[in-house]
């Protein structure tokens, strides 16, 4: 709702105005304050909710030091200069080299709703207005983005604009996630001094090391413990995020848009906008920062299975089976196998297409190759589709190879640094480094974009595909159009691209997938079902990465997949298991070449997805809670459901522990007052030799019943695992009804 009250004077330098009532929006637990009172927003508090009442804002600000400016240094919404700050600034832009540093100040403040705001800054003399729109959602997500636009006359170059919240001083630790090809999203922590701590993306993609979290927290913050604040950036271009810490104390998070030289320069009455930037408060560890981020992927209308209530099928893709070498009969043997098992989604990986043996030659040509398949993809998706499972297709719509028929009637659609791109064979201008054999197709090209979409509708409505594995395979290096940088436009035409594409063909998904997990991000998750989070499906390997992912996307949109025994990527080998078990946590499928398996195997791993279909319900909407275990050896992570009737937890050690035993293990999360039954479900705790390394605790064999309060706290006696093992353990509220228990006395 507009509240006329909040508009100032069209000259907010005039001050006539009465100033706005402050913005304190809270909910679930996380409160944003903002103060008008000296005509510029001013950020005051972001963190734990401070109560219903508005506090004495007095209490929340600092006094001015010595040698300083003589007034108060103002947090702004957008920190700026004009107003002291001496922190990174949050707009850097000029007209010309003139206008560079801007005074913002209040025009109005709408509160659309009690979690939403509209601020308008604008600053009469550089020529530019700033909106910002908030809203603090369901669950403590906060989100925030500016809009500038340009109302001067000539142009306004704008070089970076970020968002920025504040950070409470208790915090003293800084974590972050970086990573490379198979081995995406580890984490890495710091102490947080005085200073900046930058982390930048310059991939023109999300990028493999991108800190898909960036959090700062007090010392020694833990999944279940501590004060954190933490920020994502839901963009798949170039960005920095960063955490800085002025002279006075003060220090902020936050993130922006990382653009190149001339990138932004916006014409009179053009606006840029920025990305979405997410943050989210937790007092009680990084699973509540999880908890944020789940409740908001989860409440949006085109979440998978929300509005349709359909679980997340069991995906095979060929790709580790059969790589390059597609022939029909083998294709149409491994439908049959993964029928056999389960299986509910086939996806035909890379090389169906046009010229495409090997990786040197094809993309590009987006037709299905007449030489491999003379009949069309139709006999093997209509196998597919007879078995009951649906189809899903491979493309990377944004590469091309210059051995493509595409590129060689346009050499120009080649993205590039020069004026006039091109390949060198056709006498064009310098082309980026090859990756992969690959370049860039420029999609900012209107033709070139049109040319893609026409093909993968076509290949849509020609096909029965259900699903699309959309990949994205190099850097983008250089990355230009008509001589001018152009990562954000070419990732606001893939945007577009698959915006309408989604239009056309709502019931199809689409997985982003980029070299595995170097596209993962809310921006590309606002317009896809979900990512791959790495190439690497080695269980040990995938233990970490899902888990520092699955800190800002839950698990039914993070891909995960049962590898071969021995993996393609690490050459480790492991038990069925233990990889059934670490792919159990995700969105579940293989990636094995599932043809003639042993028959004890077979019945393992079908016995593994019925697992998987009896618990996916819980796993895709409940709470995901992991144990501060103090053993690095030993790992406890669990899916709880929200009304604590049940929950599923996987106990693996990654290694051999220090200690002869592990001792006792907490199962955080359930309801204290219930009582609950645990009991071990896979692997078999009949055939515990295979796993365990001495006689384990006679409940492994039996299950236990405990109380919610004595399992968090207290926990159970482990057994000894082998290293690169694990065990699933299914608890049950046992004085439920439902779960056949009785009513409970005590705890
Ligand atoms: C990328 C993907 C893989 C696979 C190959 C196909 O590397 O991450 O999963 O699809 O491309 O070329």
Not at 588 to 602: K, Q
Request: include cysteine; glycine fraction near 10%; hydrophobic fraction near 40%.
């Amino acid at each position: 709702m507009h509240n006329p009250d909040l508009d100032l004077a069209a000259d907010p330098e005039a001050g006539t105005a009465t100033p706005p009532a402050p913005l304190y929006l809270r909910r679930s637990g996380t409160a944003l304050l903002i103060d008008f009172s000296t005509g510029e927003p001013a950020l005051l508090h972001f963190g734990a909710d401070l109560g219903p009442n508005l506090p004495d804002l007095s209490l929340l600000r600092d006094p001015v030091p010595h040698s300083a400016l003589d007034t108060p240094v103002t947090l702004g919404l957008v920190p700026q200069a004009s107003s002291g700050w001496r922190g990174r600034p949050g707009l850097r832009g000029h007209r010309n080299g003139r206008a560079f540093s801007p005074r913002l100040r209040l025009a109005s403040a709408d509160v659309n709703d009690a979690g939403s705001a509209v601020i308008t800054q604008i600053d009469p003399a550089a020529g530019i207005t700033i909106q910002t729109e908030i809203r603090l959602n369901e669950g403590g997500l906060l989100q925030l983005r500016h809009h500038l636009t340009n109302d001067g006359p000539d142009e306004y170059t704008v070089e970076e604009l970020a968002a920025v919240l504040p950070v409470g001083r208790a915090a003293t630790e800084i974590l972050d996630l970086t990573g490379r090809w198979c081995r995406e999203s580890h984490p890495q922590r710091l102490p947080l001094h005085q200073g900046t701590w930058v982390r930048s993306g310059r991939h023109g993609r999300t990028g493999h090391d991108a800190s898909l979290l960036l959090a700062a927290g007090t010392g020694g913050f833990g999944y279940g413990h501590g004060h954190v604040w933490a920020v994502h950036l839901g963009w798949s271009g170039n960005h920095e995020s960063f955490v800085d810490t002025a002279g006075d104390g003060r220090t902020v998070i936050g993130a922006s848009e990382l653009l190149g030289s001339a990138e932004v320069t916006l014409a009179s009455a053009e606006r840029y906008d920025t990305p979405w930037l997410f943050a989210a408060y937790s007092g009680a560890g990084l699973d509540g920062i999880s908890e944020a981020f789940y409740a908001w992927f989860r409440a949006r209308p085109h979440h998978p299975g929300v509005a349709s209530g359909k679980p997340r099928p069991v995906v095979l893709n060929v790709w580790e089976a059969v790589y390059f070498d597609h022939r029909l009969p083998a294709l149409l043997e491994l439908a049959d196998a993964a029928a056999s098992l389960g299986v509910e989604r086939y996806v035909l990986d890379d090389g169906w297409f046009r010229g495409r043996r090997s990786d040197t030659a094809g993309l590009g040509d987006w037709y299905v190759d007449e030489q491999l398949w003379p009949e069309g993809l139709t006999p093997l998706i209509d196998a597919v589709t007879g078995h009951g499972m649906e189809f899903g297709l491979w493309v990377e719509p944004e590469m091309v190879n210059e051995d493509s028929d595409l590129v060689r009637a346009h050499p120009d659609w080649i993205a590039g640094p020069a004026l006039h791109p091109g390949t060198g064979a056709s006498g064009g201008a310098r082309l980026p480094e090859r990756w992969r054999h690959q370049q860039v197709l420029d999609l900012v090209n209107p033709e070139a974009w049109q040319y893609i979409y026409d093909r993968l509708d076509a290949l849509l409505r020609e096909n029965r595909i259900s699903y699309l594995k959309w990949d994205q395979n190099r850097d983008l290096t250089e990355m230009g159009h008509a001589g001018r940088p152009s990562v954000h436009a070419q990732t606001m035409a893939v945007y577009r691209l698959l915006d309408a594409l989604r239009a056309a063909h709502p019931g199809v998904e689409i997985e982003s997938c980029s070299s595995g997990g170097a596209r993962v991000d809310l921006g590309i998750l606002e317009r896809t079902d979900r990512v791959w989070g790495s190439d690497c499906n080695d269980a040990l390997e995938r233990q970490t990465i899902q888990r520092w992912t699955g800190m800002v996307v839950p698990p039914e949109l993070v891909g995960s997949h049962i590898g071969p025994t021995t993996s393609h990527t690490t050459a480790r080998t492991h038990d069925l298991s233990f990889r059934a078990i670490t792919a159990l946590f995700g969105h579940f499928g293989l990636e094995w070449d599932v043809r003639g398996l042993e028959p004890a195997e077979h019945t393992e791993l079908a016995h593994a997805i019925a697992l998987y279909k009896e618990h996916r319900s819980l796993l895709h909407t409940g709470r995901m809670v992991r144990a501060d275990e103090p053993d690095p050896a030993l790992r406890l992570h669990g899916v709880v459901a929200h009304d604590g009737s049940e929950a599923l937890y996987a106990l693996v050690s990654t290694a051999t522990s220090f200690a002869e035993v592990p001792g006792r293990v907490c199962l955080p999360g359930l309801q204290p007052g219930s009582r609950y039954r645990v009991e071990a479900v896979y692997p078999d705790p009949d055939d515990s030799h295979a796993f365990i390394q001495t006689t384990p605790p006679p409940w492994l064999g039996t299950g236990i019943e405990a109380s919610g309060q004595f399992l968090a706290m207290s926990g159970l006696p482990m057994p000894v695992l082998n290293p690169e093992h694990g065990v699933l353990l299914a608890v049950r509220r046992a004085d439920d009804p439902a779960n056949g228990g009785q009513p409970v006395r005590n705890s």
